[in-house]
Each structure stands twice: as C-alpha cells, then as structure tokens.
C-alpha cells in the first residue's frame, strides 16, 4: 500500500510538471508568434528602407558612388554617374576612383585616410574625367560605410561647372567694369560676344552694333591676311601680343596691341583679348626717330658738304671747260664736258632726295614701288658717313671695307632700305669704341640677297641679342633712343625681308639683310629720255610761270628745238593774264612766288575756266620744298599733278605729253 500511495503522489507530481509545461509551452508559443511578427513587421520596414535609400540613390541629381577604402576600386555607383561621365556602368565597376580624375590630382589618398579615421571627408573640388576626355569641375563630399565586412567609402560628386562659369563670368564683368582699356570677348572666328563701356567708346560704336560685327569690321583691310595668321595661332592655343590698326565709325585708323588668348565663355572656347591704344607711343616714336635722324643727318653734313663740293667743282670745271671747247669750235669736247654738268647735277638731286626721304617722316604710298641696286644704295651710305668712319682729326682709326656684287636688285622704297643701311654703319661704328674694322658684302642666294655688316667691336651678349630689335631698349643709356633698330627690323619686314643678328662677345658681331631679289633686272634711276627731234604736225603749247629767270631762260632754250611750245610768265600776275587771254595745252606754276603762290593761282585759274565755261587746263605745280602738301588744299587749288625741283627737261618734257595725251582721252 505504502508503494501505491508513492506511485500516486509521483504521478500527481508528474501530471502537474506536465500541466506547468503546458503552460509555458503555450507562453512560448504565443512570445514565439508575437516575435515573428515582429520580425516580420521590422523586416518589412528594412525592405522599406532599403528600396526608399536605393530609390533616393538610383534617382538622385548627383552623381554617387561606393569605392573600396583600401583599393579605391568603385563597387557600386548611381545611374547619374554613368550619364554624367558617359561611362556604362559596367565599365566604371571595372576603374578606380584616380580613373576619373584629372591626371595629376593630389591629395585622393590623404583624404580618404581622414575619412577612414574622422568617418567623413570636408567638401573639397576635384576635376572629373569624362569619357570623351573633356573635364568637368565638381564638389565631392562623403562618408566611410562598412559593406559585407569591409570599409568603403560613400562618396557625393555635385556638378558646379555652371557655378564655376558664373563665377568666371563674375571675374570677368568685374574686370570689364574696372580696366582702362577695350576688351573683347570673341567667337573664335572673331564674331564679338562680349565687349566693356571702353571698346565701344574708343571706336565709336554702340554695344549692340558691335555685338552684330567681328574683328573683319573693325581692322584695317591692309591687315586681313595678318589677321587670319593671327587667328590661326591663337586656335591652337598660343598667348599672342600683335599690332592692327583699328577703323572708328568716324573711320579713322589707330593703331592697337592687342593682347588675345584663348578661355572658356559660357562653357564654348572663346577669345579674350585686350587693346592698348598705341597713338601716343607712335607719335612719341616718330618723334624720336625724327630726333635720330637729324642727329645723324647733322653727324654727316660734313660728308654732305664734301660730296657737294666735289660736284661744284665738276660743274665748275666742266662749265669752263666747254666754254673754252665752244669757243675753239670742238663740239665733241664740248658736248662731253656738258654731259658731266648734267651727270653731276643728277647725282647732287639724288643726294639731296636722299637727305630728305632720310630726315623726313612723310609714308610713302603702297603702290610706289622702285627696282633698285642695293649695291649702289650702300655706296651710297658709305659715301654719306663718310665722316663718321674716316675724319683725319679722329684718334679713333676704322676701316671699312665694301665689297660690291652685280645684279642685286631689289623692290621697294629705297629710301627706307637707305634708312636701314645708314643704321646699321652707325651701329656698327659705335659698337666699335677704340677703332675697328666694317666689312660689308652681298650675295645673291636661293632668290635672296643676303648683305652682312660686320663690325669687330665688344660684342653683344647673349641675353640682349633676345631683345636687340625690341623698340625702346638700347644698352648706351641717353645716348640713344633704342629705336634704330627697332625701325630698322620693321622697314625690312615690310619689303617682305629679315634682318638677323649673331655676335660673340669680345670678336664683333654681324647683322645680315635678307631681301629678295627682284625678278626685274632692268636698272631703275635717272635715265636719259630721247627727245624728238623737229616740229610734229601737233603742236602743244605750254605755260611755264616762275619769278627765277634763269630757270625760265634755260627752258626756253631746251624747249625751242622740240615739239612743245613754250611760254613763259615771270610773275603769278603776268601767268594769269596769259591764261586768261591765251589758250594752253599744259600749265606749270611754281609754288613759292612772291605776288601769289602757285595754289592761290592753280584756285584763280580754276575759278576762271569755270566762269568761262571753258574745260579747265591741266595745271602742274612746281616745287623744291621737302614738306609734303595737303592733298585736300592741292584737289581745291585744281591741282593735277605735284613736280619737285630738280626736274632734267626731258622729263618735263615727257610729263607734259602725258598730261596732254590724258586729256584728249578724257574728251
């Protein structure tokens, strides 16, 4: 019995374990049912999360992208970013940050240290790589995140190319309200986008004409292919200082440097350049170059004195000479000795030509154009500062050697090579102190005519012979302007040429021209013109007045053997009576008279001819002055053409068939 009631008790134990189990059992199952609920409701909530941060990510105006924090290696990345940089998605998994940056970048390394060690990075600019090469500015910012076990970084690009041309814009609005000189932004065709209140003051438009021109509108036609040349460096990216001169509205023509570069305008390649008035500077040049000139000029009036007085005595001698020929009936004799009269007085007329387009600063017109010896020209110049190199009263002991080559002809205005020839003797004499020797010579080659000065003086070294031709730099302090080279280099590369320098300190240095040869090779100059012999059928009748009576006598008798008959007046007065009562084929009117000058009696005439009703007269002025005439005052006087003293007879004599020959055309 007592084992029955032990088995009970045990079994009323079990029954209430089980009943306890029972209990818990349901307690867990419902904990169980209301964890996975919970579960259920929490993960729900993460995929919520997740599509909203992946739909944010996917969908986001910035480029973002997941890079490996030790390899830089990009693990994930945003539609933006591939339609940004144009890259595929597949192709920016494959590449590393530094892919897709500017070549060069710094820092890319540091910054993703710190970010690693402070859990983000400061918003820093980058230059991005786009897959066509082009770049792009960018603001990148970003965090450290921990992917399947391993650090990476989060990294936010945001596109402020926009910003950053803003800005560039700002800059430059700033620096076009504040500069002094005009600026103009262009097309790289020269089309204006963009110019300051100063450029459309200084030439004389308003801002929207000038926004509708380029720079074909604005430059002097002259400059067109210099411009084209220009407009090509400057396209492939060279920094370029230039001169043009610049038509106003008013159509004036001034001349600008222009300082042009290429930049970035509203994110299309554009042209910045700046223009500097250069009218001062010219005018403060021209001076100078005019100082220089009468300096040399007054250096050699001595060689000047000594030419002319060389030629007197020839005319002096020779006149006297055919006296005494004529006297003794030989007339060959006497014929030569006249003949070296007039060579004398051609060659003192060229001398004094020389003088004057040497110390005179009038441009000679574009179309008078001369084929020239420039191995006579030099002889020339060695013959005019003759006093420079060989005065008996000089300590100083030079010698100058010129070796002289045939058939170097050249085309162009002699005067201005005349120029550059005087310069470089006086250049090469001075750097030449203590004495020394010039050698010049020519050579003709490939087309060219090369003609070297060389002198043996000190020297140039070698950082000043980068600036020797630069206007305004000269190394003997006031003593010089530093323009005769400068003007030197310029005249020659207007005759299409080049003038090159090379020296070695110590032994002398040499300056060599380099012109081209002519492909004229008939000698121009004064030539003896063939008169025709006896009276022709025509007639012309021509009127000469002058108040010098010796110049009118000697005409009269050169004159009275040829198809032209002459008239004289001494006086403006007497000219004007002749031609109001007699009919003439050719007026020539001196200049500078004493009752009227010859533009008072050119304007009578005119007014004459017109109140008459009669066709005006050719008229001609005559004159020995230097300074060149208004041509405005010349077309009101009824002035047809310029002639200046000396004139040889026989070329008188062809002016005045031309002048008639033009107006029977005209009728």
């Known amino acids: 019995m007592k084992e029955i009631s032990s088995l009970r008790l045990r079994i009323k134990e079990l029954e209430n374990l089980l009943e306890q189990a029972e209990r818990r059992s349901y307690i867990l199952t419902n904990l169980l049912k209301e964890a996975t609920s919970e579960f259920k409701q929490a993960l729900e909530q993460v995929t919520t999360s997740e599509a909203n941060f992946r739909a944010i990510i996917e969908n986001a105006p910035e480029a973002i992208y997941i890079a490996d924090a030790r390899t830089r290696r990009i693990l994930d990345c945003n539609p933006y970013t591939t339609r940004w940089l144009f890259y595929t998605r597949s192709e920016l998994l494959s590449m590393r940050v530094e892919d897709l940056l500017e070549p060069g970048s710094r820092g890319l390394k540091e910054n993703i240290q710190r970010a690693l060690e402070y859990g983000f990075v400061r918003v820093e600019e980058r230059r991005f790589r786009k897959k066509s090469g082009a770049f792009v ?53 020269g089309t204006f986008l963009e110019v300051n209140d100063v450029a459309c003051e200084r030439f004389g438009f308003s801002r929207p004409q000038l926004l509708n021109m380029s720079f074909k509108d604005i430059i002097s036609p002259s400059h067109m292919d210099i411009l084209k040349e220009i407009g090509q460096k400057i ?7 230039f001169e043009l001169d610049v038509l106003t509205r008013s159509g004036e023509a001034i001349p600008f440097e222009f300082h042009s570069r290429m930049i970035n305008y509203q994110r299309k390649p554009a042209v910045l350049s700046l223009a500097r008035d250069l009218s001062i500077r010219k005018q403060m040049e021209k001076k100078l170059i005019h100082g220089e000139r009468l300096s ?97 009263l000089e300590t100083r002991r030079y010698r100058l050697n010129y070796f002289r080559t045939p058939g170097c002809l050249v085309e162009g205005n002699p005067s201005e090579i005349y120029e550059v020839v005087v310069n470089l003797i006086k250049n090469a004499l001075e750097a030449m102190p203590r004495g020394g020797t010039l050698s010049i010579s020519s050579e003709i080659r490939d087309g060219r005519i090369f003609t070297t000065f060389t002198d043996t003086g000190n020297g ?22 530093g323009l005769g080279l400068s003007s030197s280099y310029g005249l020659v590369k207007k005759h299409g040429g080049d003038i090159r320098v090379t020296s070695v300190l110590g032994k002398g240095t040499t300056f060599t021209i380099v012109l081209p040869l002519s492909g004229s090779m008939k000698k121009t100059g004064t030539q003896c013109l063939s008169v025709q012999e006896g009276k022709s059928d025509t007639c012309l009748r021509f009127l000469m007045i002058d108040d010098e009576p010796n110049i009118l006598k000697m005409m009269k008798l050169w004159f009275e053997d040829s198809d032209v008959e002459l008239c004289t007046a001494g006086t403006a007065q007497k000219g004007l009576e002749a031609i109001r009562q007699e009919r003439f084929d050719v007026i020539l009117c001196d200049f500078g008279m004493d009752d009227m000058n010859g533009l008072e009696v050119g304007k009578a005439h005119q007014d004459f001819c017109r109140i008459a009703g009669i066709s005006k007269t050719p008229f001609m002025l005559l004159t020995g002055l230097d300074t060149q005439l208004d041509t405005e005052a010349l077309r009101v006087a009824g002035v047809d053409r310029v002639v200046k003293k000396p004139i040889p007879a026989g070329k008188l004599f062809h002016i005045i068939q031309e002048m008639a020959a033009s107006t029977v055309d005209a009728k």
């Open 137 to 189: 500015d960018a603001e990148v910012t970003g965090t450290v995140v921990e992917i399947q076990g391993r650090k990476c970084f989060l990294a936010l690009v945001r596109d402020i190319t926009e910003r950053k041309t803003i800005e560039e814009l700002s800059r430059y609005k700033e620096l076009f309200d504040n500069v002094i000189d005009p600026m103009i932004i262009s097309h790289s065709q």
């Open 460 to 481: 140039v070294p070698d950082e000043n012979i980068q600036r020797i031709f630069q206007p305004f730099f000269t190394t003997k302090g006031s003593q010089s302007s």
């Open 296 to 392: 040399a000029v007054g250096e050699m009036a001595s060689g000047v004195a000594h030419n002319f007085n060389n030629l007197l005595q020839v005319i002096m001698g020779a006149s006297e000479a055919a006296l005494r020929k004529l006297e003794s009936g030989e007339i060959k004799k006497c014929h030569d000795a006249l003949t070296n009269i007039i060579d004398a007085s051609h060659r003192g007329a060229n001398i004094v030509s020389r003088i004057r387009d040497f110390t005179l600063l009038t441009a000679v017109s574009a179309d008078t154009i001369h084929v020239f010896s420039i191995s006579e020209l030099i002889e020339e110049a060695v013959n005019l500062t003759r006093p420079l190199w060989k005065n008996p």
């Open 235 to 241: 396209r492939s990216g060279e920094n370029l200082q």
